[in-house]
Protein backbone atom coordinates (compact mmCIF):
# COMPACT_ATOMS: atom_id res chain seq x y z
CA UNK A 1 0.00 0.00 0.00
CA UNK A 2 1.49 3.25 -0.90
CA UNK A 3 2.30 5.76 1.88
CA UNK A 4 2.99 9.36 2.14
CA UNK A 5 5.93 11.25 4.60
CA UNK A 6 4.84 14.39 6.25
CA UNK A 7 7.49 16.09 8.09
CA UNK A 8 7.62 19.16 10.18
CA UNK A 9 10.83 20.34 10.61
CA UNK A 10 11.01 23.13 13.05
CA UNK A 11 13.11 25.25 15.04
CA UNK A 12 13.76 22.65 18.08
CA UNK A 13 12.46 19.59 16.15
CA UNK A 14 12.04 17.30 13.79
CA UNK A 15 8.83 14.81 13.62
CA UNK A 16 7.72 12.88 10.56
CA UNK A 17 4.88 10.96 10.06
CA UNK A 18 4.37 7.81 7.73
CA UNK A 19 0.59 7.51 6.30
CA UNK A 20 -0.96 4.99 4.53
CA UNK A 21 -3.25 5.62 1.77
CA UNK A 22 -6.44 4.63 3.87
CA UNK A 23 -5.46 7.15 6.36
CA UNK A 24 -3.90 5.86 8.83
CA UNK A 25 -0.57 6.50 10.87
CA UNK A 26 2.03 3.78 10.95
CA UNK A 27 4.86 5.13 12.88
CA UNK A 28 6.25 8.59 14.17
CA UNK A 29 9.87 9.39 14.00
CA UNK A 30 11.55 12.36 15.06
CA UNK A 31 15.40 13.73 15.29
CA UNK A 32 16.69 17.25 15.71
CA UNK A 33 15.42 20.74 14.51
CA UNK A 34 15.70 21.45 10.88
CA UNK A 35 16.07 25.66 10.82
CA UNK A 36 19.28 26.38 8.72
CA UNK A 37 20.42 29.45 10.95
CA UNK A 38 19.92 27.27 13.96
CA UNK A 39 21.32 23.86 12.95
CA UNK A 40 23.44 24.55 9.94
CA UNK A 41 23.82 21.08 7.45
CA UNK A 42 22.41 19.17 10.29
CA UNK A 43 18.71 20.64 9.57
CA UNK A 44 18.46 18.47 6.33
CA UNK A 45 19.99 15.83 8.19
CA UNK A 46 17.56 15.50 11.17
CA UNK A 47 15.14 15.36 8.37
CA UNK A 48 16.59 12.64 6.93
CA UNK A 49 16.71 11.10 9.94
CA UNK A 50 13.10 11.43 11.25
CA UNK A 51 12.52 10.16 8.01
CA UNK A 52 14.68 7.00 8.44
CA UNK A 53 12.99 6.23 12.37
CA UNK A 54 9.64 6.56 10.67
CA UNK A 55 10.54 3.84 7.67
CA UNK A 56 12.46 1.54 10.81
CA UNK A 57 9.71 1.25 13.61
CA UNK A 58 7.24 0.76 10.64
CA UNK A 59 9.31 -2.03 9.48
CA UNK A 60 9.51 -0.78 5.66
CA UNK A 61 11.48 1.24 3.12
CA UNK A 62 11.08 3.91 0.79
CA UNK A 63 10.54 2.38 -1.60
CA UNK A 64 6.72 2.10 0.01
CA UNK A 65 6.51 6.11 -0.32
CA UNK A 66 5.24 7.94 -3.20
CA UNK A 67 5.89 11.44 -1.90
CA UNK A 68 7.05 13.61 1.05
CA UNK A 69 5.94 16.83 1.78
CA UNK A 70 8.65 18.91 4.25
CA UNK A 71 7.23 22.01 6.06
CA UNK A 72 10.69 23.56 6.96
CA UNK A 73 11.72 26.58 9.44
CA UNK A 74 13.60 29.16 7.44
CA UNK A 75 12.52 27.99 3.98
CA UNK A 76 10.38 30.93 3.09
CA UNK A 77 7.64 30.95 0.11
CA UNK A 78 8.83 28.82 -3.35
CA UNK A 79 10.77 30.84 -5.74
CA UNK A 80 12.48 32.30 -2.80
CA UNK A 81 16.51 31.90 -2.41
CA UNK A 82 15.90 30.29 0.82
CA UNK A 83 13.55 27.31 -0.23
CA UNK A 84 15.88 27.36 -4.00
CA UNK A 85 18.70 26.11 -1.15
CA UNK A 86 16.27 24.01 0.91
CA UNK A 87 14.92 22.22 -1.92
CA UNK A 88 18.75 22.12 -3.34
CA UNK A 89 19.57 20.42 0.10
CA UNK A 90 17.00 17.88 0.27
CA UNK A 91 17.41 16.84 -3.11
CA UNK A 92 20.74 15.04 -1.78
CA UNK A 93 19.11 13.60 1.47
CA UNK A 94 15.54 12.75 0.20
CA UNK A 95 15.41 9.48 -2.51
CA UNK A 96 11.66 10.07 -3.46
CA UNK A 97 9.91 12.58 -4.70
CA UNK A 98 8.78 15.75 -2.64
CA UNK A 99 7.69 18.55 -1.78
CA UNK A 100 9.33 21.91 0.61
CA UNK A 101 7.48 24.82 1.93
CA UNK A 102 7.91 26.67 5.03
CA UNK A 103 6.50 25.05 7.98
CA UNK A 104 3.63 28.08 8.54
CA UNK A 105 2.06 26.23 5.60
CA UNK A 106 1.82 22.50 7.11
CA UNK A 107 0.45 24.03 10.08
CA UNK A 108 -2.34 25.86 8.70
CA UNK A 109 -3.12 22.71 6.78
CA UNK A 110 -2.98 20.98 10.12
CA UNK A 111 -4.83 23.51 11.76
CA UNK A 112 -7.92 23.83 9.49
CA UNK A 113 -7.76 20.61 7.92
CA UNK A 114 -7.04 21.84 4.64
CA UNK A 115 -9.43 24.03 4.61
CA UNK A 116 -9.58 27.62 3.52
CA UNK A 117 -8.71 30.30 6.91
CA UNK A 118 -5.84 32.17 8.59
CA UNK A 119 -3.84 30.51 10.99
CA UNK A 120 -1.61 31.92 13.50
CA UNK A 121 1.22 30.12 14.45
CA UNK A 122 3.53 31.00 17.60
CA UNK A 123 6.25 29.03 19.05
CA UNK A 124 10.26 30.60 18.44
CA UNK A 125 8.94 32.63 16.26
CA UNK A 126 5.34 33.98 14.98
CA UNK A 127 3.52 33.57 11.49
CA UNK A 128 0.26 34.29 10.49
CA UNK A 129 -0.79 32.56 7.27
CA UNK A 130 -4.26 32.97 5.21
CA UNK A 131 -5.44 30.72 2.22
CA UNK A 132 -8.21 32.14 0.15
CA UNK A 133 -9.87 30.97 -3.06
CA UNK A 134 -6.07 30.03 -4.43
CA UNK A 135 -4.07 33.08 -2.80
CA UNK A 136 -1.95 33.19 0.18
CA UNK A 137 -0.75 35.58 2.60
CA UNK A 138 1.57 35.96 5.50
CA UNK A 139 1.72 38.17 8.07
CA UNK A 140 5.14 38.85 9.98
CA UNK A 141 7.53 35.70 10.70
CA UNK A 142 10.25 38.56 10.39
CA UNK A 143 12.93 37.19 12.66
CA UNK A 144 13.39 38.07 16.81
CA UNK A 145 14.92 41.99 15.61
CA UNK A 146 12.01 43.26 14.31
CA UNK A 147 9.22 41.02 13.99
CA UNK A 148 7.40 37.42 15.50
CA UNK A 149 5.48 39.88 17.45
CA UNK A 150 3.97 37.72 20.28
CA UNK A 151 6.29 34.93 19.63
CA UNK A 152 8.10 33.44 22.73
CA UNK A 153 11.08 35.13 21.75
CA UNK A 154 9.32 38.24 21.59
CA UNK A 155 8.04 37.59 25.01
CA UNK A 156 11.35 36.95 26.97
CA UNK A 157 12.46 40.12 25.02
CA UNK A 158 9.65 42.08 26.16
CA UNK A 159 9.84 40.76 30.41
CA UNK A 160 14.11 41.23 29.67
CA UNK A 161 12.77 45.55 28.97
CA UNK A 162 10.41 45.51 31.31
CA UNK A 163 12.79 44.06 34.05
CA UNK A 164 15.44 46.85 33.06
CA UNK A 165 12.85 49.36 33.47
CA UNK A 166 11.77 48.26 36.61
CA UNK A 167 15.33 47.97 38.01
CA UNK A 168 16.05 51.74 37.12
CA UNK A 169 12.73 52.60 38.68
CA UNK A 170 11.58 53.47 35.27
CA UNK A 171 8.95 51.18 35.31
CA UNK A 172 6.53 49.80 38.03
CA UNK A 173 8.43 46.61 39.91
CA UNK A 174 8.19 43.13 38.85
CA UNK A 175 9.41 39.70 39.97
CA UNK A 176 10.94 39.21 36.25
CA UNK A 177 13.84 41.67 37.55
CA UNK A 178 14.85 38.53 39.67
CA UNK A 179 13.07 35.61 38.12
CA UNK A 180 14.91 35.81 34.93
CA UNK A 181 18.72 36.38 34.96
CA UNK A 182 18.71 33.53 38.04
CA UNK A 183 16.69 30.74 35.20
CA UNK A 184 19.39 32.05 32.67
CA UNK A 185 21.52 31.17 35.91
CA UNK A 186 23.35 34.59 35.73
CA UNK A 187 23.59 36.82 38.40
CA UNK A 188 22.00 40.24 37.03
CA UNK A 189 20.22 42.02 34.09
CA UNK A 190 24.27 43.32 33.16
CA UNK A 191 25.02 39.70 32.60
CA UNK A 192 22.05 39.08 30.54
CA UNK A 193 22.93 41.89 28.10
CA UNK A 194 26.58 41.45 27.77
CA UNK A 195 25.64 37.21 26.81
CA UNK A 196 23.48 38.88 24.05
CA UNK A 197 25.92 40.93 22.69
CA UNK A 198 28.42 38.39 22.69
CA UNK A 199 25.99 36.08 21.07
CA UNK A 200 26.01 33.37 24.14
CA UNK A 201 22.47 33.77 24.79
CA UNK A 202 20.60 32.06 21.89
CA UNK A 203 17.39 32.94 20.24
CA UNK A 204 16.60 29.00 21.24
CA UNK A 205 17.01 29.32 25.12
CA UNK A 206 15.51 33.11 25.00
CA UNK A 207 12.18 31.06 23.53
CA UNK A 208 13.02 28.81 26.48
CA UNK A 209 12.63 31.77 29.21
CA UNK A 210 9.50 32.84 27.86
CA UNK A 211 7.95 29.87 30.21
CA UNK A 212 9.15 31.69 33.36
CA UNK A 213 7.74 34.67 32.26
CA UNK A 214 4.31 32.87 32.53
CA UNK A 215 5.46 31.39 35.59
CA UNK A 216 6.05 34.63 37.51
CA UNK A 217 2.29 36.33 35.48
CA UNK A 218 0.73 32.98 36.86
CA UNK A 219 2.34 34.00 40.12
CA UNK A 220 0.00 37.08 40.19
CA UNK A 221 2.90 39.60 38.58
CA UNK A 222 1.32 42.52 36.95
CA UNK A 223 3.72 43.19 34.37
CA UNK A 224 4.14 39.76 33.28
CA UNK A 225 0.64 39.40 32.81
CA UNK A 226 0.69 42.48 30.85
CA UNK A 227 2.98 41.08 28.76
CA UNK A 228 1.56 37.89 27.55
CA UNK A 229 -1.91 39.89 26.70
CA UNK A 230 0.04 41.87 25.19
CA UNK A 231 1.77 39.11 23.01
CA UNK A 232 -2.05 37.72 22.78
CA UNK A 233 -3.27 41.05 20.76
CA UNK A 234 0.15 41.39 18.67
CA UNK A 235 -0.89 37.96 17.56
CA UNK A 236 -4.50 38.76 16.99
CA UNK A 237 -3.58 41.71 15.05
CA UNK A 238 -1.25 38.97 12.37
CA UNK A 239 -4.42 37.18 12.43
CA UNK A 240 -6.68 40.13 11.41
CA UNK A 241 -3.92 41.66 8.89
CA UNK A 242 -3.76 38.23 7.17
CA UNK A 243 -7.86 37.93 7.09
CA UNK A 244 -8.05 41.51 5.31
CA UNK A 245 -5.86 40.58 3.21
CA UNK A 246 -7.89 37.51 2.09
CA UNK A 247 -10.18 37.91 -1.18
CA UNK A 248 -13.53 37.24 0.52
CA UNK A 249 -16.97 39.50 0.84
CA UNK A 250 -17.75 38.55 4.16
CA UNK A 251 -14.38 37.97 5.72
CA UNK A 252 -15.80 37.21 8.96
CA UNK A 253 -16.82 33.73 7.52
CA UNK A 254 -13.34 32.60 7.22
CA UNK A 255 -11.98 30.69 10.16
CA UNK A 256 -9.52 31.43 11.88
CA UNK A 257 -7.14 29.09 14.34
CA UNK A 258 -4.41 29.07 16.30
CA UNK A 259 -1.11 26.51 17.13
CA UNK A 260 2.22 26.73 18.56
CA UNK A 261 3.64 26.70 22.28
CA UNK A 262 2.88 29.61 22.77
CA UNK A 263 -0.80 29.21 23.20
CA UNK A 264 0.43 26.67 25.65
CA UNK A 265 2.54 28.71 28.21
CA UNK A 266 -0.57 29.24 30.07
CA UNK A 267 -4.25 28.32 29.92
CA UNK A 268 -5.33 31.87 29.63
CA UNK A 269 -3.41 32.58 26.25
CA UNK A 270 -6.23 31.21 23.69
CA UNK A 271 -8.46 33.11 25.62
CA UNK A 272 -7.02 36.01 25.76
CA UNK A 273 -6.10 35.56 21.85
CA UNK A 274 -9.42 34.65 21.32
CA UNK A 275 -10.72 37.93 23.31
CA UNK A 276 -8.88 40.27 21.11
CA UNK A 277 -9.74 38.97 17.79
CA UNK A 278 -13.38 39.11 18.50
CA UNK A 279 -12.64 42.64 20.29
CA UNK A 280 -12.39 44.24 16.62
CA UNK A 281 -14.52 41.11 14.39
CA UNK A 282 -16.85 40.28 16.96
CA UNK A 283 -18.79 37.50 14.36
CA UNK A 284 -14.97 35.55 13.77
CA UNK A 285 -15.18 32.03 13.35
CA UNK A 286 -12.23 30.71 15.86
CA UNK A 287 -11.73 27.31 16.24
CA UNK A 288 -8.76 25.20 17.92
CA UNK A 289 -6.39 23.05 16.03
CA UNK A 290 -7.72 19.59 14.55
CA UNK A 291 -4.13 18.38 13.72
CA UNK A 292 -0.30 18.83 14.41
CA UNK A 293 1.70 20.26 11.56
CA UNK A 294 3.27 16.58 11.25
CA UNK A 295 -0.23 15.70 9.88
CA UNK A 296 -0.91 19.01 8.02
CA UNK A 297 1.80 17.81 5.68
CA UNK A 298 0.48 14.72 5.00
CA UNK A 299 -2.83 16.51 4.15
CA UNK A 300 -1.12 18.16 1.70
CA UNK A 301 1.05 15.35 0.14
CA UNK A 302 -2.19 13.26 0.30
CA UNK A 303 -3.93 15.99 -1.51
CA UNK A 304 -1.20 16.31 -3.91
CA UNK A 305 -1.14 12.85 -5.00
CA UNK A 306 -5.23 13.01 -5.09
CA UNK A 307 -6.25 10.79 -2.58
CA UNK A 308 -10.05 10.98 -1.25
CA UNK A 309 -9.89 12.78 1.78
CA UNK A 310 -13.18 12.30 2.91
CA UNK A 311 -14.67 12.14 6.60
CA UNK A 312 -13.74 8.74 7.38
CA UNK A 313 -10.12 9.36 6.02
CA UNK A 314 -9.72 12.57 8.37
CA UNK A 315 -11.29 10.56 11.06
CA UNK A 316 -9.08 7.76 10.90
CA UNK A 317 -5.92 9.84 10.82
CA UNK A 318 -6.83 11.69 14.15
CA UNK A 319 -7.59 8.81 16.04
CA UNK A 320 -4.38 6.65 14.95
CA UNK A 321 -2.49 10.20 14.90
CA UNK A 322 -3.18 10.14 18.68
CA UNK A 323 -1.71 6.84 19.35
CA UNK A 324 1.35 8.71 18.44
CA UNK A 325 1.38 11.63 20.73
CA UNK A 326 3.41 12.42 23.94
CA UNK A 327 2.86 9.64 26.73
CA UNK A 328 2.12 10.43 30.09
CA UNK A 329 4.75 9.53 32.52
CA UNK A 330 2.25 6.62 34.34
CA UNK A 331 0.78 4.13 32.47
CA UNK A 332 2.62 5.01 29.17
CA UNK A 333 6.12 3.87 30.73
CA UNK A 334 5.12 0.57 29.75
CA UNK A 335 2.99 1.16 26.59
CA UNK A 336 5.77 3.35 25.09
CA UNK A 337 8.15 0.44 24.37
CA UNK A 338 7.20 -1.27 21.30
CA UNK A 339 6.91 1.82 19.65
CA UNK A 340 10.55 3.25 20.41
CA UNK A 341 13.26 3.26 17.72
CA UNK A 342 15.69 1.81 19.99
CA UNK A 343 13.48 -1.41 20.40
CA UNK A 344 13.00 -2.31 16.98
CA UNK A 345 14.94 -4.94 14.71
CA UNK A 346 17.57 -3.91 12.92
CA UNK A 347 17.23 -5.16 9.44
CA UNK A 348 21.14 -5.61 8.51
CA UNK A 349 21.35 -8.17 11.30
CA UNK A 350 18.42 -10.85 10.86
CA UNK A 351 20.90 -13.06 10.28
CA UNK A 352 23.13 -12.52 12.47
CA UNK A 353 23.09 -15.90 13.80
CA UNK A 354 24.53 -17.51 11.12
CA UNK A 355 27.49 -15.28 10.46
CA UNK A 356 30.96 -16.20 10.72
CA UNK A 357 32.86 -14.58 13.60
CA UNK A 358 34.59 -11.88 11.35
CA UNK A 359 31.42 -10.98 9.78
CA UNK A 360 30.03 -10.43 13.01
CA UNK A 361 32.72 -7.94 13.55
CA UNK A 362 32.70 -5.81 10.67
CA UNK A 363 28.98 -5.94 11.07
CA UNK A 364 28.89 -4.18 14.26
CA UNK A 365 31.64 -1.89 13.39
CA UNK A 366 29.57 -0.71 10.38
CA UNK A 367 26.33 0.36 12.86
CA UNK A 368 29.01 1.84 14.69
CA UNK A 369 30.35 3.99 12.42
CA UNK A 370 26.69 6.03 12.12
CA UNK A 371 26.98 7.30 16.00
CA UNK A 372 29.38 9.96 15.67
CA UNK A 373 27.72 11.67 12.65
CA UNK A 374 23.93 11.35 14.59
CA UNK A 375 26.14 12.89 17.74
CA UNK A 376 27.24 15.73 15.57
CA UNK A 377 23.45 16.45 14.54
CA UNK A 378 22.65 17.09 17.92
CA UNK A 379 25.57 19.55 18.50
CA UNK A 380 22.97 22.65 19.18
CA UNK A 381 21.46 20.95 21.88
CA UNK A 382 24.63 19.71 23.65
CA UNK A 383 25.90 23.13 23.13
CA UNK A 384 23.22 24.54 25.25
CA UNK A 385 23.67 21.86 28.22
CA UNK A 386 27.10 23.19 27.84
CA UNK A 387 26.73 26.73 28.17
CA UNK A 388 24.04 25.92 31.33
CA UNK A 389 26.96 23.45 33.26
CA UNK A 390 29.74 26.60 32.94
CA UNK A 391 26.85 29.12 34.41
CA UNK A 392 25.90 26.54 37.17
CA UNK A 393 29.26 25.47 38.01
CA UNK A 394 30.50 29.50 38.20
CA UNK A 395 27.89 30.02 39.75
CA UNK A 396 28.62 27.57 42.84
CA UNK A 397 26.61 24.89 41.31
CA UNK A 398 26.86 21.34 39.95
CA UNK A 399 26.50 18.69 36.85
CA UNK A 400 24.56 15.78 38.33
CA UNK A 401 24.63 12.43 36.12
CA UNK A 402 21.33 10.41 36.62
CA UNK A 403 20.80 6.88 35.33
CA UNK A 404 20.00 3.14 35.68
CA UNK A 405 22.33 0.33 34.49
CA UNK A 406 24.65 0.89 31.89
CA UNK A 407 23.50 4.58 31.20
CA UNK A 408 24.56 5.16 34.95
CA UNK A 409 27.28 3.97 35.33
CA UNK A 410 28.50 6.04 31.97
CA UNK A 411 27.33 8.99 34.03
CA UNK A 412 29.46 7.57 37.23
CA UNK A 413 32.76 7.24 34.91
CA UNK A 414 32.65 10.65 33.18
CA UNK A 415 31.83 12.21 36.37
CA UNK A 416 35.05 10.17 38.24
CA UNK A 417 37.29 11.63 35.55
CA UNK A 418 36.49 14.97 36.10
CA UNK A 419 39.14 15.16 39.11
CA UNK A 420 42.28 13.77 38.17
CA UNK A 421 42.04 15.62 34.34
CA UNK A 422 40.32 18.63 35.23
CA UNK A 423 41.73 19.00 39.37
CA UNK A 424 38.38 19.74 40.18
CA UNK A 425 36.39 18.79 43.37
CA UNK A 426 34.42 15.98 43.57
CA UNK A 427 31.72 17.51 44.34
CA UNK A 428 31.64 19.55 40.92
CA UNK A 429 30.42 16.93 39.00
CA UNK A 430 28.43 14.14 40.37
CA UNK A 431 27.39 10.65 39.36
CA UNK A 432 23.74 8.78 40.35
CA UNK A 433 22.54 5.93 40.15
CA UNK A 434 19.56 3.56 40.82
CA UNK A 435 20.37 1.21 43.36
CA UNK A 436 23.32 2.95 44.70
CA UNK A 437 27.11 2.25 44.43
CA UNK A 438 26.69 -1.21 44.39
CA UNK A 439 24.58 -1.23 41.32
CA UNK A 440 28.06 -0.16 39.83
CA UNK A 441 29.55 -3.72 40.10
CA UNK A 442 25.88 -5.91 39.78
CA UNK A 443 22.56 -5.03 38.50
CA UNK A 444 19.84 -4.26 41.50
CA UNK A 445 16.78 -5.83 40.52
CA UNK A 446 13.88 -3.46 40.65
CA UNK A 447 15.81 -0.21 40.62
CA UNK A 448 15.22 1.66 37.69
CA UNK A 449 11.44 1.44 38.35
CA UNK A 450 11.85 2.98 41.82
CA UNK A 451 10.47 6.18 41.17
CA UNK A 452 10.65 7.81 44.41
CA UNK A 453 14.29 6.47 45.11
CA UNK A 454 14.97 8.38 41.97
CA UNK A 455 13.32 11.87 43.95
CA UNK A 456 15.23 11.10 47.18
CA UNK A 457 18.27 10.99 45.30
CA UNK A 458 17.71 14.93 44.23
CA UNK A 459 16.41 15.61 47.72
CA UNK A 460 19.53 13.96 49.62
CA UNK A 461 21.61 15.74 46.84
CA UNK A 462 19.21 19.25 47.46
CA UNK A 463 18.91 20.07 44.12
CA UNK A 464 18.69 23.71 43.33
CA UNK A 465 18.67 26.53 40.84
CA UNK A 466 22.65 26.43 39.92
CA UNK A 467 22.46 22.99 39.11
CA UNK A 468 22.58 20.92 35.79
CA UNK A 469 20.73 17.45 35.87
CA UNK A 470 21.08 15.25 32.92
CA UNK A 471 19.29 12.27 32.85
CA UNK A 472 20.74 9.03 31.06
CA UNK A 473 17.73 6.80 29.53
CA UNK A 474 18.31 5.33 26.50
CA UNK A 475 14.83 4.59 26.14
CA UNK A 476 13.47 7.74 27.53
CA UNK A 477 11.16 6.06 29.93
CA UNK A 478 12.85 4.66 33.43
CA UNK A 479 11.21 5.29 35.48
CA UNK A 480 14.01 6.24 38.42
CA UNK A 481 15.74 8.73 35.85
CA UNK A 482 12.44 10.64 34.87
CA UNK A 483 11.76 11.26 38.95
CA UNK A 484 14.72 12.90 39.16
CA UNK A 485 14.24 15.20 36.61
CA UNK A 486 10.99 16.17 37.46
CA UNK A 487 12.20 16.33 41.55
CA UNK A 488 15.25 18.55 40.04
CA UNK A 489 13.36 21.09 38.13
CA UNK A 490 11.15 21.11 41.04
CA UNK A 491 13.82 22.27 42.85
CA UNK A 492 14.79 25.31 39.70
CA UNK A 493 17.64 23.30 38.30
CA UNK A 494 18.17 23.04 34.72
CA UNK A 495 17.18 19.31 32.86
CA UNK A 496 18.71 17.97 29.81
CA UNK A 497 17.81 14.28 28.80
CA UNK A 498 20.24 12.28 26.89
CA UNK A 499 18.26 9.33 24.83
CA UNK A 500 17.99 8.07 21.68
CA UNK A 501 14.17 8.18 21.05
CA UNK A 502 13.11 11.68 21.46
CA UNK A 503 9.58 11.79 21.93
CA UNK A 504 9.76 9.60 24.85
CA UNK A 505 7.87 10.65 28.65
CA UNK A 506 11.66 11.63 29.37
CA UNK A 507 10.89 14.89 27.42
CA UNK A 508 8.29 15.95 29.51
CA UNK A 509 10.64 17.09 32.55
CA UNK A 510 13.41 18.21 30.01
CA UNK A 511 14.63 21.44 29.80
CA UNK A 512 16.41 19.92 26.70
CA UNK A 513 16.50 16.68 25.01
CA UNK A 514 19.84 15.03 23.15
CA UNK A 515 18.27 12.32 21.16
CA UNK A 516 21.16 11.10 18.40
CA UNK A 517 19.27 8.98 15.92
CA UNK A 518 21.86 5.65 16.00
CA UNK A 519 18.71 3.53 14.63
CA UNK A 520 18.17 -0.10 16.04
CA UNK A 521 20.87 -2.03 17.54
CA UNK A 522 23.01 -5.45 15.92
CA UNK A 523 21.17 -7.29 18.65
CA UNK A 524 17.40 -5.72 19.20
CA UNK A 525 17.01 -3.80 22.52
CA UNK A 526 20.59 -3.98 23.37
CA UNK A 527 21.33 -0.58 24.04
CA UNK A 528 24.78 -0.76 25.76
CA UNK A 529 25.90 -0.80 21.83
CA UNK A 530 25.57 2.04 20.01
CA UNK A 531 23.14 4.13 22.26
CA UNK A 532 25.84 3.33 24.74
CA UNK A 533 28.29 4.96 22.67
CA UNK A 534 26.74 7.79 21.53
CA UNK A 535 26.05 8.59 25.18
CA UNK A 536 29.32 8.41 26.36
CA UNK A 537 30.28 10.81 23.71
CA UNK A 538 28.42 13.04 24.53
CA UNK A 539 29.11 12.82 28.49
CA UNK A 540 32.81 13.50 27.18
CA UNK A 541 31.31 16.36 24.93
CA UNK A 542 29.92 17.94 27.80
CA UNK A 543 32.10 17.62 30.73
CA UNK A 544 35.28 18.41 28.13
CA UNK A 545 33.69 21.87 26.81
CA UNK A 546 32.44 22.40 30.57
CA UNK A 547 36.13 22.30 31.59
CA UNK A 548 37.40 24.53 28.81
CA UNK A 549 35.21 27.43 29.43
CA UNK A 550 36.02 27.26 33.08
CA UNK A 551 39.77 28.43 32.23
CA UNK A 552 40.56 24.54 33.21
CA UNK A 553 42.72 24.14 30.13
CA UNK A 554 45.68 25.91 28.65
CA UNK A 555 46.32 25.62 24.59
CA UNK A 556 44.77 21.90 24.59
CA UNK A 557 46.59 20.82 27.93
CA UNK A 558 45.22 19.82 30.96
CA UNK A 559 46.68 22.52 33.75
CA UNK A 560 44.75 21.25 36.86
CA UNK A 561 45.38 18.06 36.27
CA UNK A 562 46.16 15.51 39.60
CA UNK A 563 49.22 14.30 39.92
CA UNK A 564 48.62 10.78 41.32
CA UNK A 565 50.99 8.39 39.65
CA UNK A 566 54.32 8.33 37.56
CA UNK A 567 52.82 8.66 34.37
CA UNK A 568 50.65 11.70 35.34
CA UNK A 569 53.59 13.62 36.52
CA UNK A 570 55.46 12.90 33.41
CA UNK A 571 52.36 14.36 31.84
CA UNK A 572 52.67 17.12 34.24
CA UNK A 573 56.77 17.78 33.15
CA UNK A 574 55.65 17.88 29.37
CA UNK A 575 52.83 20.35 29.74
CA UNK A 576 55.10 22.90 31.98
CA UNK A 577 57.47 22.31 29.49
CA UNK A 578 55.58 23.22 26.54
CA UNK A 579 53.50 25.88 28.02
CA UNK A 580 56.50 27.61 29.69
CA UNK A 581 59.23 26.75 27.30
CA UNK A 582 61.68 25.33 29.76
CA UNK A 583 63.35 22.27 29.34
CA UNK A 584 61.62 19.13 31.01
CA UNK A 585 64.35 19.16 33.92
CA UNK A 586 63.85 22.87 34.80
CA UNK A 587 59.69 21.82 34.35
CA UNK A 588 60.33 19.14 37.11
CA UNK A 589 62.38 21.73 39.65
CA UNK A 590 59.43 23.81 39.39
CA UNK A 591 56.80 21.04 39.91
CA UNK A 592 58.92 20.33 42.96
CA UNK A 593 59.08 23.87 44.52
CA UNK A 594 55.20 23.82 44.06
CA UNK A 595 54.02 20.71 45.51
CA UNK A 596 53.35 19.31 41.92
CA UNK A 597 50.88 21.69 40.97
CA UNK A 598 51.07 22.64 37.05
CA UNK A 599 49.04 25.17 37.39
CA UNK A 600 50.95 26.84 40.09
CA UNK A 601 54.48 25.83 38.48
CA UNK A 602 53.36 27.78 35.38
CA UNK A 603 52.90 30.55 37.89
CA UNK A 604 56.37 30.55 39.38
CA UNK A 605 57.82 30.35 36.28
CA UNK A 606 55.97 33.56 34.21
CA UNK A 607 57.08 35.59 38.02
CA UNK A 608 60.68 34.08 37.80
CA UNK A 609 60.97 34.80 33.99
CA UNK A 610 60.15 38.76 34.90
CA UNK A 611 62.19 39.11 37.94
CA UNK A 612 60.07 38.88 40.86
CA UNK A 613 61.26 35.64 42.18
CA UNK A 614 65.17 37.09 41.90
CA UNK A 615 67.79 34.51 41.33
CA UNK A 616 66.48 30.91 40.68
CA UNK A 617 67.98 28.57 43.37
CA UNK A 618 66.68 24.78 42.41
CA UNK A 619 65.72 22.82 45.21
Not at 57 to 78: H, K, R, S, Y
Not at 110 to 127: M, P, Q, R, S, Y
Not at 211 to 233: F, H, N, P, S, T
Not at 584 to 589: C, D, R, S, V
Amino acid sequence: MASVLGVDGGATKTVAALVNEVGEVVSVGTAGGAHPLLWGDAAFENIRSACDAALTIAQTDWNEVALAFVGMAGADEPGSPSHRFAEMQLRSHLPVPFLVDNDGIIAHAGALAGEEGVVVVAGTGAIAIGFAKGQRVRVDGMGHWFGDEGSATWITLQALRAAACAQDGRGKPTRLSEALPQALMLNSLRDVAALLADGDLTKTELAWAAMIVAKVAEGGDEVAQMILRQAAERLAESALAALRRLPSLDTSSLPISFTGGVFRLTARMPQWFCEAVRQKLPDAKISEPKFPSHLGAVLLAARQLSWRLDDAWLNRLMETGRQWGYFDLGAGLVEVLPRLLSEQRNPASFFLDQLDVEAILTLINDEDHKVAPAVRQEIPAIAQAVRWAVRGLSRGGRLIYVGAGTSGRLGIMDAAECPPTFGTPPEWVIGVIAGGPQAVFRAVEGAEDDMEAGREEMRRLNVGANDVVVGLSVSGRTPFVIAAMDEARRGGAKTVAITVNRDAPIAAVADVVIAPVVGPEIVAGSTRMKAGTAQKLILNMISTATMVKLGRVQSNLMVDLRTWSVKLRERAKRIVAQLSGVTLLEAEQALEANGWQVRQALTWLQSKREGSLGTFNPP
